[in-house]
């Protein structure tokens, strides 16, 4: 038997640099409400949401990508071609193949880096950091880029009253690399298919072949949401999880100073941080406001916020955690880049 080389990977692992790509239309509640028979009032009062931002046709999964990894990759301090490996979460580009990941990885000059999506839903982002992670230190890459995009709206039925004033679009991305001292916590993550069916994309699309709504139109099937089990699913079960992954980084409440959890909804970012009693001094992104539910993007979009508003400081101990669809979740504790 042949002895095969191990590889050998960084003693430890850090974000280095974080992007994010905001679409320019900017879509108040307004908008959204004649089709659904609601009001402003009612989606802030149960969501928080007062405007979120829909991609032009020009903005497409790949655009939005390229931008917010440029961003990324520049204020990591390193140059495309040093990047080994692009990881891009979402659930809508529209193709099932091939993978957007390689055409944006093209586009920005890495060369020849291994790239591929993933299918996590709004858990993508914190799945990508955690693949991440492991791949510098495990010798797989020197440098990952992560992405989480989405453009929602393609896949948005805009007259159901359950989904169509939570979902958006946008793009954020981060560069992750070798470090010296852990940077990246353990990550906490699993999936509880039970509730397999509580966020999905039409189940009667094979049904309705030939309707506007089928795969066979050209037309992505659209999102449907089991609200109030989704609900109580996020506020309670994740902010178990939340807890978990500061456990598992040796990180006490009091010594946390972000908490980023998934932008679903202000209700259930305030019901977690409630049950996790997280101290008052810990400062928690609540960039669903204006930018409603990017999935995958929500992550990287609310840290890149808390970063450019003061919130957040390079260095400062950030808790994030994302869950989604499938059900999938994924927590971490990470260092500010
Ligand atoms: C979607 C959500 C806001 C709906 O709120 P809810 O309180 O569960 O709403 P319900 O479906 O129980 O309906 C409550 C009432 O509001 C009405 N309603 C439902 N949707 C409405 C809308 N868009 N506008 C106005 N009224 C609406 C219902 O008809 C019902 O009226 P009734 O009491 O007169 O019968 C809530 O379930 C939620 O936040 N879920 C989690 C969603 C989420 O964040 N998902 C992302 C996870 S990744």
Redesign the pocket.
């Known amino acids: 038997m042949a002895a095969i080389s191990g590889a050998v990977g960084a003693p430890h692992a850090r974000i280095m640099g974080i992007g994010a790509y905001r679409p320019s239309r900017l879509v108040p509640n307004s908008e959204v409400?004649d089709a659904?028979?609601?009001?402003d009032e009612?989606?802030q009062q149960?969501?928080g949401i007062r405007t979120r931002r829909f991609a032009t046709p020009e903005e497409t999964i790949q655009v939005m990508s390229v931008a917010s990894s440029r961003i990324a990759i520049e204020r990591a301090g390193i140059s495309p071609e040093q990047i080994d490996c692009v990881v891009v979460a979402t659930v809508s580009h529209l193709l099932q193949t091939p993978a957007i990941a390689p055409a944006i990885a093209h586009e920005l000059g890495t060369g020849n880096a291994a790239a591929f999506d993933i299918s996590a839903?709004?858990a993508g982002f914190c799945h990508g950091v955690s693949l991440g992670a492991d791949m510098v230190r495990g010798g797989s890459a020197r440098h990952v880029l992560v992405i989480g995009v989405e453009r929602l709206s393609d896949i948005t039925d805009m007259t159901d009253?359950?989904?169509?004033?939570?979902f958006a679009d946008g793009a954020g991305a981060v560069v992750i690399g070798p470090s010296e001292t852990p940077g990246i916590g353990p990550v906490v993550w699993g999936s509880d298919g039970e509730a397999y069916d509580y966020?999905r994309q039409r189940e009667d699309w094979r049904d309705v072949v030939g309707s506007e709504d089928s795969p066979g139109s050209g037309v992505m099937p659209h999102l449907t949401?089991q609200?109030?089990p989704?609900?109580r699913w996020?506020s309670f079960t994740m902010s178990k999880v939340a807890v978990q992954a500061l456990e598992a980084a040796g990180v006490a409440p009091e010594d946390l100073d972000v908490f980023v959890p998934?932008q679903?909804?202000m209700?259930?970012i305030d019901a977690m941080a409630r049950s996790m009693k997280l101290p008052a001094s810990v400062r928690i992104g609540r960039d669903v406001a204006d930018q409603g539910?990017t999935?995958a993007a929500s992550i990287p979009l609310a840290l890149d916020r808390m970063i450019a508003e003061g919130d957040a400081r390079s260095g400062d101990t950030a808790l994030l955690i994302a869950?989604?669809?499938g059900l999938a979740y994924a927590a971490q504790v990470v260092t500010v880049p």
């Open positions: 409400v659904i028979d609601s009001s009612w989606i149960r969501s839903a709004c009253r359950g989904t169509a004033f939570i966020i949401m609200g109030n989704v609900f996020a998934h679903a909804n209700r259930i539910n999935s869950f989604g669809a």
